[in-house]
């Protein structure tokens, strides 16, 4: 249900606003930083982040919970990039980044982080994309997760002596 919804929410802002002139400006740095997640630059790209967000919380339930910390870091990755970027794609490898099981784990076999893996490299090579901040969103939540479970283990070992 949460995936339908936010698919449908980028579909209506998309419509509604387009890519509104202000998040390519220089003013109202952190409005763009809060806002820049839910505008696409033309419908192409809407419809791959859109097929991207229905292939990741498709497999893990959790996803929904974990879309407030994404935002969050999609946020703060923001002002790695050169130039002004949009769409919802850094928010997409904050969530992936999060969900990883841990690093022990084979979690990079699975076809989603293996796609998004391979997405991400072309980006890379191709200008107009912005490589660092969904590498950084990525990692950020990879460290996120990494922190979560550290508590987890630490605060259940505490538990135990009581």
Same mark, same amino acid.
């Given at each position: 249900?949460?995936?339908?919804? =936010?698919?449908?929410?980028? &579909?209506?802002?998309?419509?509604? !606003?387009?890519? #509104?002139?202000?998040?390519?400006?220089?003013?109202? /740095?952190?409005?763009? +930083?809060?806002?820049?997640? !839910?505008?696409?630059?033309? !419908?192409?790209?809407? &419809?791959?982040?859109?097929?991207?967000?229905? $292939?990741?919380?498709?497999? $893990?339930?959790?996803?929904?919970?974990?879309?407030?910390?994404?935002?969050?870091?999609?946020?703060? &990755?923001?002002? =790695?990039?050169?130039?002004? %970027?949009?769409?919802?794609? *850094?928010?997409? /490898?904050?969530?992936?980044?999060? *969900?990883? #099981?841990?690093?022990?784990?084979?979690?990079?076999?699975?076809?989603?982080?293996? &796609?998004?893996?391979?997405?991400? =490299?072309?980006? %890379?090579?191709?200008?107009?994309?912005?490589?660092?901040?969904?590498? +950084?969103?990525?990692?950020?939540?990879?460290?996120? +997760? $990494?922190?979560?479970?550290?508590? =987890?283990?630490?605060?259940?070992?505490?538990?135990? /002596? /009581?």
């Amino acid at each position: 249900m949460v995936r339908i919804v =936010l698919i449908l929410l980028l &579909v209506a802002m998309q419509i509604a !606003f387009g890519a #509104p002139e202000y998040l390519l400006g220089t003013e109202h /740095y952190w409005f763009r +930083a809060l806002s820049y997640s !839910f505008f696409h630059a033309n !419908f192409l790209h809407l &419809v791959i982040n859109c097929l991207a967000a229905w $292939s990741i919380f498709v497999p $893990s339930r959790k996803c929904s919970r974990l879309l407030p910390a994404a935002f969050f870091i999609a946020v703060l &990755v923001y002002p =790695l990039s050169l130039r002004p %970027v949009i769409g919802f794609s *850094n928010v997409l /490898y904050a969530v992936l980044g999060l *969900n990883t #099981p841990s690093l022990k784990s084979k979690w990079w076999k699975q076809p989603t982080v293996i &796609v998004f893996l391979v997405v991400t =490299l072309a980006m %890379v090579f191709i200008p107009k994309f912005s490589a660092t901040t969904h590498i +950084a969103a990525f990692v950020l939540g990879m460290a996120g +997760a $990494s922190l979560k479970r550290g508590w =987890l283990k630490l605060t259940s070992d505490a538990r135990r /002596y /009581y």
